[in-house]
């Protein structure tokens, strides 16, 4: 399977707990997104990347939030401190060239669960 | 600021009988336009865009959606639906190549035997 992946498929936490998710890519884009989803909500943004420069950033992305893509290829996505808000499906996906021209690439996502 | 707003949060159709779910948005430049499916425990997956030119576009599985400026409007119609095409759409824009796509809230599309 080539498409996008992401790990876990699903997490529980506790609050206060720190998490980690990772999204790889398609392996020829050079684009990569994370949104967030709440039951009943379309994704919303929260970071971008192209190759391994950070380039956005949504005020939804608080600093207990921290993205990462060291070498331009897979991404990590922590939460710090959780917190019951925090609960949603994180959404990651990929493209190879602008969003005018070229589709969005979604995995199936990462549901974190705050207890 | 871009945004969509999806007219409907929930749709009930016979199946065969046609599909129609709206979605109006809001831009500052020449938007490029998306819907997507998603169906449960499943990713997003692209139905159809518009970027530029014929403002009638076709995509999968017998959907389409015409792009209409002057109602900044980019309603999504299949005419006949089936069970399958029972999932979450969603319509999202986007103001130019460099910007991340907003989406709307979504519409449920529910298709009765």
């Known amino acids: 399977d080539t498409g996008v992946s992401q790990d876990p498929r699903h997490k529980i936490t506790k609050r206060g707990q720190n998490v980690t998710f990772r999204c790889d890519p398609i392996?020829?884009?050079?684009?990569l997104y994370w949104y967030r989803q709440t039951l009943g909500q379309g994704p919303e943004f929260l970071t971008y990347?192209?190759?391994?420069?950070?380039?956005?950033k949504s005020r939804l992305l608080s600093d207990r939030f921290s993205a990462e893509r060291p070498k331009g290829s897979f991404s990590t996505l922590e939460i710090q401190r959780t917190e019951q808000g925090d609960s949603a499906m994180y959404l990651c996906?990929?493209?190879?060239?602008?969003?005018?021209?070229?589709?969005?690439?979604f995995g199936e996502g990462s549901r974190l669960t705050v207890l | 600021a871009q945004s969509v707003t999806q007219l409907d949060s929930h749709v009930s159709v016979s199946e065969g009988t046609p599909v129609l779910l709206r979605c109006n948005y809001s831009s500052s430049y020449s938007p490029s336009l998306f819907w997507y499916v998603q169906h449960p425990n499943k990713g997003l997956q692209l139905l159809l865009k518009y970027t530029t030119g014929a403002t009638l576009v076709k995509g999968i599985n017998g959907f389409e959606a015409e792009f209409k400026k002057s109602e900044t409007s980019f309603h999504l119609t299949k005419p006949s639906a089936h069970m399958s095409d029972a999932a979450e759409y969603f319509c999202?824009?986007?103001?130019?190549?460099?910007?991340?796509?907003?989406f709307g809230k979504g519409t449920r599309l529910s298709v009765i035997a």
């Open positions: 392996s020829e884009h050079n684009r």
């Open positions: 999202a824009v986007s103001d130019s190549g460099n910007t991340p796509l907003v």
């Open positions: 996906a990929s493209s190879f060239q602008q969003v005018k021209t070229g589709e969005l690439f």
């Open positions: 990347f192209q190759n391994e420069a950070q380039l956005e």
